[in-house]
């Protein structure tokens, strides 16, 4: 039996260390770190998958079946039935016309371009005059919706203050919810969701930075010009986010029209959402008034593509 060699001189002999432990593939490195950045939304996801996306595609279930409230035993699946009759309904597409000018005059046109006003109004008014105005924009804004319409209603009615105020000027008046009552209703969505689009443009006008447009007032550009060529381009984002959000809820407007109108007189103020109401719970078609919902959610989903669209290419 031999003995191993005596080390060298300047040869240090060490004990072996503990072996390190292999490094998980570079895979299941990333999935694991996902998995840990995703577990506080969690809760959110879960939440969303039942409040929302269950609703959702239930809904869109029902859309396809013959459902009704009463008078059935059970409901039976009818693939797009619902859907062609409703192409088909001359009350439905009067409806969407309607849904479209109540959308363009109240949000698009209304609202947007009235609160960018107040926001670049309120940006050279004095303290007091922004106080004052903010407040009264506000509280239309906070008021409940069915208490808004009660409003609107007794301002436009035939003895209403409008009338009251007309024939005090000895100008002609008339019954506004008869003759126009789709322009009524489009302007009392106006009077009431105003104080959103100004809030957003005051937010967005004040992170423009003043040397800007100072520079531009010293080179000789009148107001037009510094708002055409300087304040909207700066806030076009924010002019974008602002229709979208504005649009989003206005097709969804309900209590407001039923309040004032009931969608009348006949059917000359019934958007869809009054449509869908009518067709599901007064005539108790489930699952017709559910193809329309979806077919509404179609629609928002559409503009909101839009929208987004064009914000990604602005620069």
Same mark, same amino acid.
């Given at each position: 039996?031999?003995?191993?060699?005596?080390?060298?001189?300047?040869?240090?002999?060490?004990a072996?260390?503990?072996?390190?432990?292999?490094?998980?593939?570079?895979?299941?490195?990333?999935?694991?770190?996902?998995?840990?950045?995703?577990?506080?939304?969690?809760?959110?996801?879960v939440?969303?998958?039942?409040?929302?996306? &269950?609703?959702?595609?239930?809904?869109?279930?029902?859309?396809?079946?013959?459902?009704?409230?009463?008078?059935?035993?059970?409901?039976?699946?009818?693939?797009?039935?619902?859907?062609?009759?409703?192409?088909?309904?001359?009350?439905?597409?009067?409806?969407?016309?309607?849904?479209?000018?109540?959308?363009?005059?109240?949000?698009?046109?209304?609202q947007?371009?009235?609160?960018?006003?107040?926001?670049?109004?309120m940006?050279?008014?004095?303290?007091?005059?922004?106080?004052?105005?903010?407040?009264?924009?506000?509280a239309?804004?906070?008021?409940?919706?069915v208490?808004? &319409?009660?409003?609107?209603?007794?301002?436009?009615?035939?003895e209403?203050?409008?009338?009251?105020?007309?024939?005090?000027?000895?100008?002609?008046?008339?019954?506004?919810?008869?003759?126009?009552?789709?322009?009524?209703?489009?302007?009392?969505n106006?009077?009431? &969701?105003?104080?959103?689009?100004?809030?957003?443009?005051?937010?967005?006008?004040?992170?423009?930075?003043?040397?800007?447009?100072?520079?531009?007032e010293?080179?000789?550009?009148?107001g037009?010009?510094?708002?055409?060529?300087?304040?909207?381009?700066?806030?076009?984002?924010?002019?974008?986010?602002?229709?979208?959000?504005?649009?989003?809820?206005?097709?969804?407007?309900?209590?407001l029209?039923?309040?004032?109108t009931?969608g009348?007189?006949?059917?000359?103020?019934?958007?869809?959402?009054?449509?869908?109401?009518e067709?599901?719970?007064?005539?108790?078609?489930? &699952?017709?008034?559910?193809?329309?919902?979806?077919?509404?959610?179609?629609?928002?989903?559409?503009?909101?593509?839009?929208?987004?669209?064009l914000?990604?290419?602005?620069?």
């Amino acid at each position: 039996m031999t003995s191993a060699p005596p080390a060298g001189p300047g040869v240090v002999k060490t004990a072996p260390g503990p072996t390190a432990p292999p490094h998980p593939p570079a895979g299941r490195r990333g999935v694991r770190r996902a998995l840990t950045r995703a577990l506080p939304l969690s809760p959110a996801v879960v939440l969303l998958l039942l409040f929302l996306a &269950g609703p959702i595609a239930y809904c869109a279930y029902i859309a396809f079946t013959d459902l009704q409230l009463t008078g059935q035993a059970e409901s039976s699946f009818i693939g797009f039935d619902n859907f062609r009759a409703a192409f088909k309904d001359d009350a439905f597409l009067n409806a969407v016309w309607l849904t479209l000018v109540f959308t363009v005059l109240s949000s698009l046109i209304g609202q947007n371009t009235l609160g960018l006003s107040l926001a670049v109004l309120m940006q050279r008014a004095s303290k007091p005059v922004r106080t004052v105005t903010g407040g009264i924009v506000i509280a239309a804004w906070v008021l409940p919706e069915v208490v808004a &319409g009660f409003l609107l209603y007794a301002f436009f009615r035939r003895e209403g203050t409008l009338n009251a105020v007309l024939d005090w000027l000895h100008l002609p008046s008339q019954n506004w919810l008869f003759t126009l009552p789709i322009l009524a209703v489009s302007f009392a969505n106006v009077w009431r &969701g105003t104080a959103f689009s100004m809030l957003v443009y005051s937010a967005a006008l004040n992170e423009i930075p003043k040397e800007i447009t100072e520079a531009a007032e010293v080179d000789g550009a009148g107001g037009w010009r510094r708002m055409w060529h300087i304040t909207l381009p700066m806030i076009r984002r924010s002019i974008g986010t602002n229709l979208m959000l504005n649009t989003l809820q206005t097709l969804s407007v309900f209590g407001l029209i039923w309040v004032m109108t009931r969608g009348g007189p006949g059917n000359r103020s019934q958007t869809l959402p009054l449509f869908m109401y009518e067709q599901a719970f007064q005539k108790s078609m489930i &699952g017709y008034g559910t193809a329309v919902a979806l077919l509404l959610l179609v629609v928002g989903s559409l503009f909101s593509l839009v929208y987004m669209r064009l914000l990604r290419t602005e620069v």
